[in-house]
Each structure stands twice: as C-alpha cells, then as structure tokens.
C-alpha cells in the first residue's frame, strides 16, 4: 500500500522560514518525480517544485528565489525549504508523486494529504 506522508506545516510569521518533509513508502520512490503543490484559499492547486530521483529539480518561477527541493533517496523523503516567508504563501501544501516532466496536478500517481501553513505579519 502506497503511503505519502507530509510533516512541518503550521504557523510561521512573515519573514521566516519553514521546512517541509514528504516520506513515501509502499513503492521505490527512486524512478518517480517528488511533487510538492500548494492550494490557497479560493484558488487551484499549483506547482511549487519537482526533484527526480538523480536529483534534478525545477521550481516555479514566482518562488525560486525563496524555495527550494531537496530529497534524500535513501530515506525515500523529499523537503521543501520555504524562506522569507509572507502572508501570500498562506496555502494547503501538498507531496506528490508523478513522473516529470508533466507537472499538472491531473498527472500526478499519489497525493499526500495536505498540510496547512499560515503564514501571520
């Protein structure tokens, strides 16, 4: 059975920083593409960052200069490290696994359930 598990959400003040962790087990994460998407309020899931299991990664345009993907393929984990943080980063987060390079969230295999960041001023 497929399980994606996401921890490190919650409240952080603007300006600071948060680290999200993605565990998969179940499958060999290795030949897939780790997804991380975010959803706010009254808006679509979008892309927020992509890392492959050799470790190529791509992160979305509005948000490069702050995040980035990490992943450690030993442990099956991938982590978002989220800076300079502001109130427009308020969103569910979630882990994803598909196969690059479609990103969509209609071409993803496995969500993860979703956590909740809030970001206050």
């Known amino acids: 059975q497929v399980h994606v598990v996401e921890s490190g959400g919650g409240l952080v003040q603007a300006v600071g920083s948060l680290r999200r962790s993605c565990s998969v087990s179940g499958f060999n994460p290795y030949f897939y593409t780790m997804f991380w998407f975010r959803q706010a309020p009254g808006k679509e899931r979008e892309f927020v960052a992509g890392?492959?299991?050799?470790?190529?990664?791509t992160t979305e345009d509005s948000v490069k200069d702050r995040f980035s993907i990490a992943r450690d393929t030993s442990a099956n984990t991938a982590f978002l490290k989220m800076n300079s943080l502001s109130e427009d980063d308020t969103a569910v987060y979630y882990c994803?696994?598909?196969?690059?390079?479609?990103?969509?969230?209609?071409?993803?295999?496995?969500w993860g359930k979703g956590t909740l960041v809030t970001v206050s001023s």
């Open positions: 994803a696994v598909g196969r690059a390079p479609d990103r969509s969230p209609s071409a993803m295999l496995h």
């Open positions: 890392i492959s299991g050799n470790g190529e990664s």
